[in-house]
């Protein structure tokens, strides 16, 4: 069994990493795999079995990858107001500026069009939508069906290395298209059709969720209550989840697979025990078949309040395992269990692969069965609990440094505490708070709150100890052959005590440690425009040291691309320390991700054309005539001169204009400048702008790239940092032309993602990837050469 998993894991995750799909005639070959393996059942497992299930799990997941890319939405569709109806099927994320939900479609048609026939309106569905509504949202409630007029586009996400494949999560969610509400045009537009129906296990937790809401207004610790009742992580905070996974208790504070054990592990004790009381029962059937049956209801009903979440869909798998073996009296061993759980998991959704919690609860779980068993006489009581603590967060280190490039070192302290504090405590108070607040609102109301205050004493430690210098352990993306060597490590550190040569697993472990990967010689740099949308960040690095030039937008939520893409950049690169931070104006798209950026990487100096913005960073003034030189590599401000600056010129034109050279390759990187300040630098120093590589002016806009300054650059790339379909329609299709005309090489970070380049190599400037093309999966968005 274990083997057959392990194969089947290997084919469906060689899938993922392709991509487009095979032909969708491949899966046809699924029964011929499956009375091959029936077939050889009886015969000692072998490679040639092993293969079989590979090819087997290869197969499923191709059938599965095709039949979730059908109903994608119809590019003639991108950009155009529809008319959309269906039901509201997620629970409605309002955040005051705006409400957010999934929306699936039954019928659509274009706005401007009358209405359509039933066979009209259902062809190029895009299934299911994820919707924002701003400005005066309506009241909403999962299973209410609606009409709105849409403005809809296919998902997009942004494409970095060490980022977040946003567009991946969307696909395994079955999204098909982003949209927004748009203003109706008629009296029958953006209506409710029909009162909230069905979907009664949703309509329950989202009554739960508003109730405790009110329950615990402003309390600090009321997102962390509403993720432990009903799996709605929407109000938690930035802070809390740094707080969180700064401690490596994140996997506590929401409905996770630890709960779900958890409350299938005490229904199953409490039922046997009182089962047990009664002979009459005991006598129709066995008190241990009885308990497995309430267990297993139990979990099932506690992963529906989470709305059967990813996490909780794992663990309710192998909760089912447990606890069907348990009823049909088969002794199996623990391994084996887990290797059927992990099976049941990959058939019910092969893209679980994709997450980073389903590697990391299986690899937890194998962790403790190693770990604990075999050892006899074996420590009790709380020194028991503290290996736990210890195999746990031993084995999953490889695991975190490979997909978080970070990890918690004060993880074994902290859930040592936090995990029968939050088990044994406040699960149990919210669990029944939560049931009695829907019999009988105000005694429910104390013990809810009576969780919230238990989570604020247990906050109190965790900030102690995430306050801990040395609370978190961050390094660059691993290389292949060090993971394998630390995991070889981990397995020998956490067997039983008398293990031979155990000791030689911290040899095994150190290259994870302290392998880098190599850093541009002296007299190089790398360059980097990373993907934030409609918007301008940009890393260089050398030899020791790093710069970044703007930080993309902030939004009204909060998130902010220097938090969720240029740090994780930085932190795939082994790129620790933050050399200088430019910010080229107060533009949002260029300043918004500034302030959360400092906050993590503290940057040693910090210069823009608006410094009072940023004053507490100790930011000054970017002035043209400052230079310097790093390992070899020269940088130079050339604008705004003294003399523009002090003038009553404001905004686009006072932007920072950095030039960076090699010997092989420069890059300069211009902004939001308009042909005002473009005029001003041909004026001044003309001399001095040409550049390999030009970061386009104003992301493409009719207000700058001037026919002298192109000219004067002469560049042979050209980039345009935008966002995919953006309200601006940048870059301009006349702009895209001049460039065209004078056979530069166009790239976007819409097309194309993060882009990178390699200056002053010996053979010159070069282009070393495109993110979009190199990371490509078969769920991506299309993307190709930037047509304009």
């Known amino acids: 069994m274990r083997a057959a998993a392990l194969g089947f894991l290997a084919g469906t995750w060689m899938l993922q990493q392709l991509a487009s799909l095979p032909d969708r005639r491949w899966p046809l070959l699924l029964p011929v795999v499956l009375l091959f393996l029936w077939r050889t059942a009886t015969m000692r497992f072998t490679r040639v079995r092993l293969a079989g299930f590979a090819l087997l799990g290869f197969l499923w997941a191709v059938a599965v990858g095709h039949s979730m890319s059908a109903g994608g939405l119809n590019p003639v569709l991108e950009g155009r107001d529809v008319l959309v109806e269906g039901t509201i099927v997620s629970l409605p994320d309002s955040l005051g500026h705006r409400s957010r939900f999934q929306f699936q479609t039954e019928r659509l048609w274009l706005a401007d069009e009358s209405f359509p026939s039933t066979d009209r309106s259902t062809e190029s569905l895009p299934g299911k939508l994820l919707l924002n509504w701003y400005r005066d949202a309506p009241p909403l409630q999962v299973g209410e069906r609606w009409r709105l007029r849409l403005r809809l586009k296919q998902p997009n996400g942004f494409m970095n290395p060490g980022g977040f494949d946003y567009e991946g999560w969307l696909f395994g969610q079955g999204v098909r298209a982003k949209g927004y509400v748009r203003k109706a045009q008629a009296d029958d537009e953006n209506r409710r059709l029909q009162a909230a129906s069905g979907h009664v296990v949703d309509r329950l937790r989202q009554t739960l969720r508003d109730g405790i809401r009110s329950t615990l207004a402003g309390h600090p610790q009321t997102g962390l209550v509403t993720a432990l009742a009903v799996g709605d992580r929407s109000a938690i905070e930035d802070t809390q989840w740094d707080m969180l996974i700064r401690t490596g208790t994140n996997h506590l504070l929401a409905i996770s697979g630890l709960h779900v054990g958890l409350v299938s592990g005490m229904v199953f004790f409490l039922m046997r025990w009182l089962w047990s009381r009664s002979a009459r029962a005991s006598l129709h059937w066995p008190a241990p078949k009885a308990a497995a049956v309430a267990a297993l209801l139990a979990a099932t009903i506690y992963a529906a309040l989470a709305g059967f979440a990813v996490p909780t869909q794992r663990a309710l798998a192998m909760v089912a395992v447990v606890m069907l073996a348990l009823i049909l009296q088969r002794q199996t061993r623990p391994s084996s269990l887990l290797a059927l759980a992990l099976l ?78 939050v088990s044994l405590l406040t699960v149990p108070l919210t669990l029944l708070g939560s049931l009695l607040w829907l019999l009988f609102p105000t005694l429910g109301g104390w013990l809810l709150s009576a969780a919230a205050w238990s989570l604020s004493a247990l906050w109190w430690v965790l900030e102690w100890l995430g306050a801990w210098s040395l609370a978190q352990w961050t390094q660059s993306a691993p290389l292949a052959w060090a993971v394998v060597s630390a995991l070889v490590g981990v397995i020998l550190l956490i067997l039983p005590r008398g293990f031979p040569a155990r000791w030689l697993g911290w040899v095994w472990l150190l290259p994870l440690l302290v392998v880098r990967p190599p850093m541009p010689p002296p007299g190089e740099a790398e360059f980097t425009l990373l993907d934030v949308g409609q918007g301008l960040a940009a890393v260089v690095h050398t030899h020791s040291h790093v710069l970044v030039f703007d930080t993309g937008p902030r939004f009204p939520s909060g998130f902010n691309t220097g938090e969720v893409v ?21 533009d949002n798209d260029h300043i918004g991700g500034a302030l959360p950026l400092a906050a993590e990487l503290s940057p040693a100096q910090v210069l823009s054309s608006v410094p009072q913005r940023l004053a507490e960073l100790g930011a000054e003034p970017c002035l043209g005539g400052m230079r310097w030189e790093w390992d070899g590599v020269g940088f130079e401000l050339l604008h705004p001169q003294v003399d523009f600056a002090a003038g009553r010129r404001q905004g686009n034109n006072r932007s920072c204009v950095l030039r960076v050279t090699t010997t092989g390759g420069s890059v300069l990187i211009t902004g939001d400048i308009e042909q005002l300040a473009e005029t001003h630098l041909l004026a001044s120093q003309p001399d001095r702008l040409a550049a390999d590589i030009l970061v386009v002016p104003h992301h493409g806009s009719r207000t700058s790239s001037s026919e002298a300054f192109i000219d004067a650059v002469a560049p042979q790339f050209a980039l345009f940092p935008v966002g995919y379909r953006n309200r601006y329609g940048h870059p301009k299709a006349e702009i895209v032309e001049r460039y065209r005309q004078r056979d530069i090489r166009l790239l976007d970070s819409a097309s194309h993602g993060a882009i990178r380049f390699r200056l002053g190599e010996p053979g010159g400037l070069r282009l070393v990837d495109t993110w979009r093309q190199s990371a490509r999966r078969y769920w991506h968005r299309e993307s190709g050469e930037f047509d304009g």
Do not use: C, E, K
């Open 344 to 421: 049941v998991v990959l058939v019910i959704d092969p893209l679980a692969v994709l997450a980073p919690g389903f590697w990391l609860s299986f690899a937890a779980v194998a962790a403790i069965l190693l770990g604990m068993s075999g050892r006899i006489g074996g420590t009790r009581g709380w020194r028991s609990w503290g290996r736990v603590q210890w195999v746990v967060t031993l084995g999953l280190l490889p695991l975190l440094i490979l997909l978080f490039q970070r990890a918690s070192l004060v993880a074994p302290l902290a859930n040592l505490l936090a995990v029968p504090w």
């Open 566 to 586: 240029i740090a994780p950049f930085l932190r795939q690169r082994g790129l620790t320390g933050l050399d200088m931070l430019i910010v080229s104006h107060g």
